[in-house]
């Protein structure tokens, strides 16, 4: 790694998401539930170049390590994150992240008419149909839903 | 064994279940003619229909009644505890606690699988918004199949409106399941769609063309849909597009012998009347197997078959 790369300060403990497609940053929080009253650091870094393929956003959160369920949930909307464990200030784990097979209460259906968007006591619930690309499909109103779709719906 | 299943959309339903159901469904015809029994006496089946629908409805209470059982119901949804505001949820939780089975039409999509997860006993879609209508699937099928004797393989065109019918959708689904060769035949704009033909690619090739009379000589089965006016911006068009896929005795002269029609109805002027007099006209019976099919699908989530 090239020190002169990391805009932000090293953390000692924690996790790294990476290669989050530019402008993503954001929606990747909202899906991990960090909001207001989080408890511990986290630093944003949202259109930085990449050395790979043009810009990305980052996202580094101090003392929090990620369950499988939250990695995966990632994958809905930043298919080619990179999680990576951090354990005083080295990269121990490296994850690709792998969609779920199903999703419940994280993307809202597009579909208005569906009755999950009723005032109904149920969270709308999806089964992934398709990886690449992405492509859920509503266990109520069998509406489909693409990347950009799932996107504009998360919860 | 059907015992205890809901049947939300077709897919809920094997292949296999629903050869089943086909075969109930024949022994059910003589009953459904009159030779009510008592099957199902001391059931009690709840339909509950938020929107308007008499075949559907109709057929459901009179497959009940003919059964032996008995059927609750609400005149009007705009008089039930719905209107006050009360969730769906919690409307299916009471009712579901009075009967025994529960048939719902609702405009929300995905309400009767929402219904299915609050009830305990068996919950059947009479229609979801644009949504799934299995039971109408089923009763197409069994009369292709009743008629015919089998779905495999056979050339089965649809005709119309192939976009905006959802039912036409999942009855083209099912036909790609059973084999059967299908020609889409609709005018330019009201193709089925690509979502839809996409799946379909994956089991069976399909025929499409815009001009009935190329193909009509090939069919086993012609299912005609409406299509509705508003869907034209020009009334001109409409016209010239709905006189060229009226089915009349002229167009019948290319048709093979045993060619059979269908039609969900109610027809407007897609089939003109003079049809219903030659032996190809299988649209009043297809709506008459509503009551034998339905019967067949009550007694069998009962149980009792
Ligand atoms: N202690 C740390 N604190 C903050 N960020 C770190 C730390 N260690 C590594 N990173 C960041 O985590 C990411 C992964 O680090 P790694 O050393 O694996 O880089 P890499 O070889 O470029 O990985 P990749 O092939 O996944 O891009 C990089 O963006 C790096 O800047
Ligand atoms: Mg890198
Ligand atoms: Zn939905």
């Known amino acids: ?155 | 064994m059907l015992k205890g299943k809901d049947i939300t959309t077709i897919r809920d339903l094997s292949k296999k279940e629903i050869f089943e159901i086909f075969e109930v469904a024949k022994e059910m015809v003589p009953i459904a003619k009159g030779k009510s029994i008592d099957l199902l006496r001391g059931k009690i089946l709840a339909t509950l229909f938020f929107e308007p629908s008499t075949r559907t409805r109709f057929s459901f209470e009179t497959a009940m009644h003919r059964l032996g059982g008995d059927v609750i119901s609400f005149a009007d949804p705009k008089t039930t505890s719905i209107s006050k505001g009360e969730t769906l949820a919690d409307t299916i939780r009471i009712v579901d606690s009075y009967s025994d089975v529960i048939v719902i039409r609702h405009s929300y999509e995905g309400a009767a699988k929402l219904a299915s997860k609050f009830a305990d006993h068996p919950v059947i879609n009479a229609g979801d918004g644009a949504g799934q209508h299995p039971t109408q699937t089923l009763l197409d099928l069994f009369t292709i199949w009743s008629n015919l004797g089998k779905i495999e393989n056979l050339n089965i065109g649809l005709l119309g409106d192939l976009k905006y019918g959802r039912t036409v959708h999942s009855l083209a689904l099912a036909l790609a399941d059973f084999g059967a060769n299908l020609y889409m035949i609709s005018p330019k704009g009201l193709e089925m769609p690509e979502h839809i033909t996409r799946e379909i690619n994956e089991k069976i090739k399909i025929k499409k063309s815009e001009n009935l009379l190329s193909v009509i000589g090939d069919l086993d089965v012609l299912y005609v849909t409406r299509i509705q006016k508003e869907r034209f911006p020009d009334i001109n068009e409409y016209l010239k597009i709905a006189g060229s896929y009226r089915i009349d005795l002229s167009i019948l002269e290319k048709a093979k012998k045993d060619l059979i029609i269908l039609h969900p109805l109610p027809r407007i002027d897609e089939i003109s009347p003079e049809v219903d007099y030659t032996p190809h006209a299988k649209y009043f019976e297809q709506a008459f197997n509503g009551v034998p099919v339905r019967m067949a699908i009550l007694s069998m989530v009962m149980g009792v078959r």
């Open chain 1, 1 to 155: 790694m090239q020190e002169k790369e990391l805009k932000i300060e090293k953390i000692r403990n924690g996790t790294v998401i990476d290669h989050i497609p530019s402008g993503m940053a954001l929606k990747v929080l909202k899906i991990l539930n960090i909001d207001e009253n989080i408890k511990t650091t986290v630093s944003i870094g949202i259109h930085v170049m990449s050395k790979k393929s043009g810009f990305k956003d980052i996202v580094k959160i101090e003392d929090r390590y990620l369950a499988s369920k939250e990695i995966a949930k990632i994958a809905l909307i930043a298919p080619n994150a990179t999680v990576n464990k951090i354990k005083d200030y080295e990269v121990v784990e490296k994850y690709n992240v792998v969609p779920p097979s199903e999703i419940a209460g994280i993307v809202k259906c597009s579909n208005p008419a569906c009755v999950t968007n009723a005032n109904e006591p149920v969270v709308p619930e999806f089964y992934v149909i398709s990886t690449d690309p992405i492509r859920i499909k509503c266990k109520y109103c069998e509406r489909e839903m693409e990347r950009e779709d799932i996107i504009q719906h998360i919860i």
